[in-house]
């Protein structure tokens, strides 16, 4: 079982930052590719981001390309999301998830293939 806890969400403006942190129990922590996904008032749930067990391999969705970045500090047991240049399209719900297996060395965009689930940490961009 992993547990996982996001925070850094918040209210900024259009152009602006923020770093989603997603603090993670247990010690196999390091075994499993993580993911970032997000959820906006009448959507369904859409893959953001995500790092391989190595945090060596990333994937992004087209619209955060060159905005977001991905990052984890196996040490930490932390995965992070660092967002810039906000829009307000980027408004949603955020969500840090796990990969349902270990060591998988090829990444999923599909939320079926993670079992594991935070909260969530509400995001959102005014214009």
């Known amino acids: 079982q992993v547990q996982l806890v996001e925070s850094g969400g918040g209210l900024v403006q259009a152009g602006g930052s923020l770093r989603l942190s997603c603090s993670a129990s247990?010690?196999?922590?390091?075994?499993?590719?993580m993911g970032w996904f997000r959820q906006a008032p009448g959507k369904e749930r859409e893959f953001v981001a995500s790092?391989?067990?190595?945090?060596?391999?990333?994937d992004y969705t087209d619209s955060v390309k060159g905005r977001f970045a991905i990052s984890r500090d196996n040490a930490k047991n932390t995965v992070y999301l660092q967002m810039n240049n906000l829009k307000p399209e980027d408004t949603a719900v955020y969500y840090c998830?796990?990969?349902?297996?270990?060591?998988?060395?090829?990444?999923?965009?599909?939320?079926?293939?993670?079992?594991?689930w935070g909260q969530g940490t509400q995001v959102t961009v005014s214009s």
């Open positions: 790092i391989g067990w190595g945090g060596t391999n990333t």
């Open positions: 247990g010690r196999s922590f390091s075994t499993y590719s």
């Open positions: 998830a796990a990969d349902r297996a270990q060591f998988r060395n090829w990444l999923t965009r599909r939320p079926a293939d993670y079992n594991y």
